[in-house]
T-cell receptor, first 112, second 115 residues
Framework: GESVGLHLPTLSVQEGDNSIINCAYS??????FIWYKQESGKGPQFIID?????DKRQGQRVTVLLNKTVKHLSLQIAATQPGDSAVYFC???????????FGSGTRLQVQP | EAQVTQNPRYLITVTGKKLTVTCSQN?????MSWYRQDPGLGLRQIYY???????DKGDVPEGYKVSRKEKRNFPLILESPSPNQTSLYFC??????????????FGSGTQLSVL
């Protein structure tokens, strides 16, 4: 069946380092991917999205990479800051499906 | 400020006592949805609405009802709550621009405990 999973439940990085959060998906028909950030006590917030016709998309300090061959998605955060500490979710959807399928999340901890 | 507002933020109730969690958005979004978030399971969709008077089941609709009488409001109703409905609930909305983007705007969540 469909699944969206994350390789690591918790990622700890030093402030100023780059962070990479990974996500695997199983549905080859998935054509849209999105990353959300959820801070403690808050709802998820949109970070960046990418369509399957792209391999890479950049935002402010964030980059999403999509490897359709191995069904892998990653979120890269440059110069990680304490404010980046949160749980990060990937989600995907494909043609004919009604709703995003969310992964279970990776907690990013930024050490000072 | 553009936002999705849920109430209450926290709710403790007992099995069988009907409750309603309200959701309101001020962005004139056509699409609204309810999710529940459980540890290790991510966000799962309960119900969604494409527009006023149009609602449909998500992945986990059992035990829930919704209504969409007005564009801005999308309440979640638990007619007879059970302990397995203890969860963190999120309401979300987005414009329905032909589903070009799935960028959802989420509320701050409602933590429900059913004893």
């Amino acid at each position: 069946g469909e699944s969206v999973g994350l390789h690591l439940p918790t990622l700890s990085v030093q402030e100023g380092d780059n962070s990479i959060i990974n996500c695997a998906y199983s549905n080859s028909a998935s054509d849209y991917f999105i990353w959300y950030k959820q801070e403690s006590g808050k709802g998820p917030q949109f970070i960046i999205d990418i369509r399957s016709n792209m391999d890479k998309r950049q935002g402010q300090r964030v980059t999403v990479l999509l490897n359709k061959t191995v069904k892998h998605l990653s979120l890269q955060i440059a110069a990680t800051q304490p404010g980046d500490s949160a749980v990060y979710f990937c989600a995907e959807i494909g043609t004919g499906r009604r709703a995003l399928t969310f992964g279970s999340g990776t907690r990013l901890q930024v050490q000072p | 400020e553009a936002q999705v507002t849920q109430n209450p933020r926290y709710l403790i109730t007992v099995t069988g006592k009907k409750l309603t969690v309200t959701c309101s958005q001020n962005m004139n979004h056509e699409y609204m949805s309810w999710y529940r978030q459980d540890p290790g399971l991510g966000l799962r969709q309960i119900y969604y609405s494409m527009n006023v008077e149009v609602t449909d089941k998500g992945d986990v609709p059992e035990g829930y009802k919704v209504s969409r009488k007005e564009k801005r409001n999308f309440p979640l109703i638990l007619e007879s709550p059970s302990p397995n409905q203890t969860s963190l609930y999120f309401c979300a909305s987005r414009p329905d621009r032909g589903a070009v983007s799935e960028k959802l705007f989420f509320g701050s969540g409602t933590q429900l405990s059913v004893l």
